[in-house]
C-alpha cells in the first residue's frame, strides 16, 4: 500500500512549534487559559496515531474527568481528523479508528483503572 499523504487544516501557534518538533515521547505543556493547549495535542497525537511504526497504535488525551475530556477534546478530535480518509469514530467511547488500525481514545484520570491493559500507548 501506498504513502498516504493528508494535509489537517492546522497551524500551529508560535509557542507550540518546539512542541511538535520535540524528539521525546513525553512533553509537559505550560501555558496560560486559551493558549491552544488542546488543539496542540489532539493534533500532536494525530500525526503520533497516524505515523507510528508500532501497528495498531494507540494514543490517549487524558483530562481530569472524562466528561472534561468529551467537552474540551472531543470536537476538535472530530474536526481535524476528519480529512484522513476512512477515518471513523465511535461517539460512545469517545474514540477515534484510523485507517492504519491506530486508535485516538479519550479518558479521564478520575477512573484510572481504565487504562490498564491497554498495551502499547505512543
Given at each position: 500500500?501506498?504513502?498516504?499523504?493528508?494535509?489537517?487544516?492546522?497551524?500551529?501557534?508560535?509557542?507550540?512549534?518546539?512542541?511538535?518538533?520535540?524528539?521525546?515521547?513525553?512533553?509537559?505543556?505550560?501555558?496560560?487559559?486559551?493558549?491552544?493547549?488542546?488543539?496542540?495535542?489532539?493534533?500532536?497525537?494525530?500525526?503520533?496515531?497516524?505515523?507510528?511504526?508500532?501497528?495498531?497504535?494507540r494514543v490517549a488525551y487524558i483530562a481530569p474527568y472524562l466528561?472534561?475530556?468529551?467537552?474540551?477534546?472531543?470536537?476538535?478530535?472530530?474536526?481535524?481528523?476528519?480529512?484522513?480518509?476512512?477515518?471513523?469514530?465511535?461517539?460512545?467511547?469517545?474514540?477515534?479508528?484510523?485507517?492504519?488500525?491506530?486508535?485516538?481514545?479519550?479518558?479521564?484520570?478520575?477512573?484510572?483503572?481504565?487504562?490498564?491493559?491497554?498495551?502499547?500507548?505512543?
Open positions: 500500500m501506498g504513502e498516504l499523504r493528508v494535509t489537517i487544516d492546522y497551524e500551529p501557534r508560535r509557542q507550540f512549534v518546539e512542541f511538535h518538533n520535540r524528539t521525546e515521547r513525553w512533553a509537559c505543556l505550560v501555558a496560560h487559559r486559551r493558549a491552544g493547549k488542546t488543539v496542540a495535542c489532539i493534533n500532536d497525537l494525530i500525526r503520533d496515531a497516524m505515523t507510528a511504526k508500532h501497528p495498531n497504535a466528561v472534561q475530556a468529551r467537552d474540551i477534546a472531543w470536537q476538535y478530535a472530530k474536526e481535524f481528523s476528519r480529512a484522513i480518509p476512512g477515518t471513523t469514530y465511535n461517539e460512545t467511547e469517545l474514540r477515534v479508528d484510523f485507517p492504519n488500525g491506530a486508535r485516538l481514545r479519550l479518558y479521564g484520570s478520575d477512573n484510572y483503572e481504565r487504562l490498564r491493559g491497554l498495551g502499547s500507548i505512543q
